[in-house]
């Protein structure tokens, strides 16, 4: 069995019966028609960050040898290859005035998140991150290479906009880039004991936020390790995060402003709401960069209330002691509600919060202790669920019946006959 894949979550032993790791469009096509003689599949991975299960024979697809970004200021476009990071793309872009409308997490894989729709700490004001993409390469299932636009293999094209699991390996994508330079963000970290005056004013204030807001919150059990700043390490806070675009019209004085009723709920264990490059978008969720083992699990909500945040402490509260590292909720709607320019299969639209669950990255926990967590968690919020899924946010713990739902029927109707098109073999695995 090859060593484990360079992966950021190590829940899951992949056990490919090969790995290949191409540098060309043509290498790729190359593997997948060998695979398909060989009646094998083949499994891209970029960053590893949403494998939720383990990988059983095959050949597992790094893509990382297809990393790489090139800008053309002049158009505002990155062309971007299969396997680069946000944080590539974001250190590329930056000197020319121009950003992306990346992830959380800059270690995450550009096109990994492209396919699930892509929520970005900015996708309220901005939109979902697919809305941004103009064409990708790709190798069918079927080893053709073809590029998809609204233009060209336009099935394959709104597969691709937020239908996650594609018919084929991206190669590369071309993305629209935003003009943008400075956003006023960060996060104020609350002590424990002051999780349900702040839960519950979150849910006040983000029902009534403009579209320029974008927040998160999460209940957070900190390891005591670097590099937890020294003042949150081995403790339970709640992370209020933020993060307002500093356009020509915005000043951060206004975006302070903003956030104030936030500011005063309690007092901040360390508050570090500042004016940051577009390019530090990272620094607003300080998500963990190394790998680790960790189950997970996502859910949309209608709607996120005092009574849903009381609801969320008495499962996951200081005291309740919970298995669970993160619960986080964030908060949707904005220019993510409104329909897209070119049509899409992007799913999580009409849902208010997304609620995403992180268990305790301690592998012995991960039989009975943590998803009984979860699955508290689930009832304590079913009232307010809106039964639907965001596919980046689909963890182990809701596999494989979220993925069959983050669809309406006809949305998962029009991909199956998309994948019947671009590889009716079923080559490529996911
Ligand atoms: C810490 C953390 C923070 C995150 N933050 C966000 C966030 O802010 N917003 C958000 O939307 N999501 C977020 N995610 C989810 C993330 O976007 C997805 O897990 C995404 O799939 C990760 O991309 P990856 O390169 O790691 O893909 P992998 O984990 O390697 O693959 C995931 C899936 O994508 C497929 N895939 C990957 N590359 C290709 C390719 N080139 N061609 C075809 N299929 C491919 C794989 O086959 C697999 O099915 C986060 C995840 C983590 C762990």
């Known amino acids: 069995m090859p060593e484990q894949l360079p992966v950021f979550n190590l829940a899951q032993r992949h056990a490919p019966a090969e790995v290949a790791e191409p540098r060309s469009a043509a290498e790729v096509a190359a593997v997948v028609r060998r695979a398909a003689d060989a009646g094998q599949q083949v499994h891209p991975v970029g960053t590893g960050h949403g494998w939720t299960h383990a990988i059983e024979g095959g050949i597992a697809l790094l893509t990382r040898g297809l990393a790489g970004v090139t800008v053309d ?26 950003t992306p409308l990346a992830g959380s997490a800059p270690g995450v894989g550009a096109v990994g998140y492209l396919l699930g729709g892509g929520l970005s700490p900015l996708g309220r004001t901005y939109g979902w991150g697919s809305d941004y993409l103009c064409s990708a390469e790709v190798v069918t299932g079927t080893g053709e290479v073809v590029t998809a636009s609204a233009t060209s293999h336009p099935e394959l094209f709104w597969a691709l906009l937020g239908g996650k699991h594609v018919p084929g390996v991206v190669t590369s994508v071309e993305l629209d880039l935003l003009r943008l330079t400075q956003v006023y963000g960060g996060g104020l970290f609350f002590d424990g ?16 936020v ?10 957070l059990q900190l390891p005591d390790a670097e590099p937890v700043p020294a003042p949150l390490r081995g403790r339970y806070v709640v992370h209020v995060r933020v993060a307002v675009p500093l ?19 309690a007092e901040p264990i ?29 859910a949309l909500l209608r709607a996120f209330d005092a009574d849903a945040a009381r609801a969320v402490l008495a499962a996951a509260g200081p005291q309740a002691r919970a298995p669970l590292a993160v619960v986080e909720l964030r908060l949707l709607g ?97």
């Open 210 to 219: 403009p579209a320029q807001v974008n927040t998160s919150v999460a209940l």
């Open 193 to 208: 004991a002051d999780a349900e005056a702040v839960l519950t004013e979150w849910a006040a204030w983000s029902a009534e």
């Open 334 to 430: 904005g220019r993510l509600a409104e329909a897209p320019v070119v049509p899409d299969a992007v799913a999580g639209r009409d849902a208010a919060y997304g609620l995403f669950v992180v268990g305790a990255p301690v592998p012995e926990l991960f039989e009975g202790p943590i998803p009984a967590a979860v699955g508290s968690l689930a009832r304590a919020l079913a009232p307010w669920a809106n039964g639907g899924f965001q596919p980046n946010f689909v963890g182990a713990l809701n596999q494989p019946a979220a993925l069959d739902t983050a669809w309406p029927a006809e949305v998962r109707e029009r991909l199956a006959q998309v994948r019947a098109t671009y590889d009716p073999a079923g080559i490529v695995g996911h």
């Open 247 to 265: 356009g020509a019209e915005e000043s951060p004085v206004l975006a302070a402003g903003l956030v104030e009723p936030m500011r005063k709920v």
């Open 270 to 298: 360390l508050d570090t709401l500042a004016v940051l490059p577009a390019a530090a978008i990272g620094a607003v969720h300080a998500d963990p960069d190394q790998p680790m083992p960790v189950l997970e699990a996502g």
């Open 73 to 98: 200021p002049a158009r505002g476009v990155a062309r971007i290859g299969a396997g680069t990071t946000w944080a590539q793309v974001l250190e590329a872009t930056a000197p020319h005035g121009l």
